[in-house]
């Protein structure tokens, strides 16, 4: 495994796409990797990320045996689209349980990008959120926070912010504050200048959520981090660089 450089300017290029490879793409009506790589062609969008899922256990991974599958299809469709800039990479969804299980499985892999993200974090009953806001979302930082010590290379921070998407609180009860979340925050923040990882504004979450915020991405901007890369964690084509311009824009008034 060879990750691209933190240096490379991926400016422009959706570094979070799933296709067909994930079962839950799949299931949602993803699209092949030809019809990927042809829809941002149409869309003049200048490359993109593959990034479909590994999440040991879970039902939503590629399954192992198409490993061999995946990059000869996604290196062959790279070869065909010399004006894309394309990579291919893996989202890799981090538990303790499994964490060694993840790193034996991608080792041998000729990854060029992997998003470290947390998917699964509720203790054993999978219910914390009905246990209120600061139990929940703790709980998630605190497994983000281990993340970033997961005995595999990784690109990118995924989605920081995630529970929001799936919070059951009023609206406004949502937010993921740095100002409450602070120590555990600034935690992952820490570990990740250090390790010279990137965040990534995700934009699945619809054109007003943001995944990380302003206010995490402020404190992270003074503590040395560099303007996330843009992920529209698209499952169907429809959706490729969703809501880019305002994420855009939303990180233009940060980062400029
Ligand atoms: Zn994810
Ligand atoms: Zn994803």
Redesign the pocket.
């Known amino acids: 495994m060879k990750l691209i450089d933190y240096n490379v300017d991926l400016d422009g290029i959706d570094c979070?796409v799933h296709s067909a490879f994930s079962p839950d793409a799949l299931r949602a009506g993803a699209s092949t990797p030809r019809e990927i790589a042809a829809a941002y062609k149409r869309r003049g969008i200048r490359g993109f990320i593959v990034t479909d899922?590994l999440d040991v256990g879970h039902w939503h991974s590629v399954d192992p045996s198409k490993f061999t599958e995946y990059f000869d299809e996604w290196n062959a469709v790279r070869d065909e689209n010399p004006d894309l800039t394309i990579y291919i990479g893996m989202?890799v969804?981090f538990e303790k349980e499994t964490a060694e299980k993840s790193a034996e499985l991608i080792s041998e892999l000729p990854l060029e990008y992997v998003?470290n993200?947390v998917?699964y974090w509720q203790s054993h009953d999978g219910d914390d959120m009905s246990r209120g806001r600061e139990y929940a979302y703790g709980k998630y930082l605190e497994a983000v926070s281990a993340s970033l010590d997961a005995p595999y290379p990784f690109s990118t921070i995924?989605?920081l912010g995630?529970p929001e998407r799936y919070a059951p609180y009023p609206a406004d009860e949502i937010a993921m504050e740095y100002k409450t979340f602070k120590p555990i925050m600034d935690d992952i923040i820490k570990k990740a200048v250090r390790k010279r990882v990137r965040f990534e504004e995700?934009t699945n979450g619809g054109g007003a959520m943001r995944l990380p915020r302003a206010d995490f991405l402020r404190a992270y901007k003074k503590a040395g981090g560099a303007r996330p890369v843009l992920g529209s964690?698209a499952h169907i084509t429809e959706n490729i660089a969703q809501y880019f311009d305002a994420a855009n824009k939303f990180l233009d008034k940060i980062f400029k």
Request: hydrophobic share 15%; charged share 15%.
């Open positions: 979070h899922h989202e969804g998003i993200s998917h995924g989605h995630f995700n964690d």
